[in-house]
């Protein structure tokens, strides 16, 4: 079984800087796709980054640019370097990561099979 522990949340200014982290465990828990979404207030859940095994990454068209997706299976982390912070990034950050995959990563949360509890993130103006 899959368990994930997100860290690194906080509140900071707009243009500053957060580093989110997600430790992991389970066997095979970076087989296939792994990615953090968020969840603003009465919003869906949205894919903002995603990593597959290979390291190819797919991005949000409003994040491009400004957030990084990175992993380290040796020590068992996920990470999302968040830069350039805007108020609209305020939102509750959940790492996820997929039991199987058929074809490249989504950014679909109905494609992610394991959750952490997820971390916040509040960016003020």
């Known amino acids: 079984e899959v368990q994930l522990v997100e860290s690194g949340g906080g509140s900071v200014q707009a243009g500053g800087s957060l580093r989110l982290s997600c430790a992991a465990s389970g066997p095979t828990w970076s087989t296939f796709c792994m990615g953090w979404f968020r969840q603003a207030p009465g919003k869906g859940r949205e894919g903002v980054a995603v990593?597959?095994?290979?390291?190819?990454?797919y991005y949000a068209e409003s994040v491009k640019g400004r957030f990084t997706i990175s992993v380290d299976t040796a020590k068992n982390g996920l990470y999302l370097q968040m830069n350039s912070l805007k108020p609209e990034d305020t939102a509750k950050y959940y790492c996820?990561?997929?039991?199987?995959?058929?074809?490249?990563?989504?950014?679909?949360?109905?494609?992610?099979?394991?959750w952490g509890q997820g971390t916040q993130v509040s960016v003020s103006s």
């Open positions: 996820s990561t997929s039991a199987w995959r058929i074809g490249e990563c989504t950014r679909e949360h109905k494609d992610y099979d394991f």
């Open positions: 990593i597959d095994n290979l390291g190819r990454t």
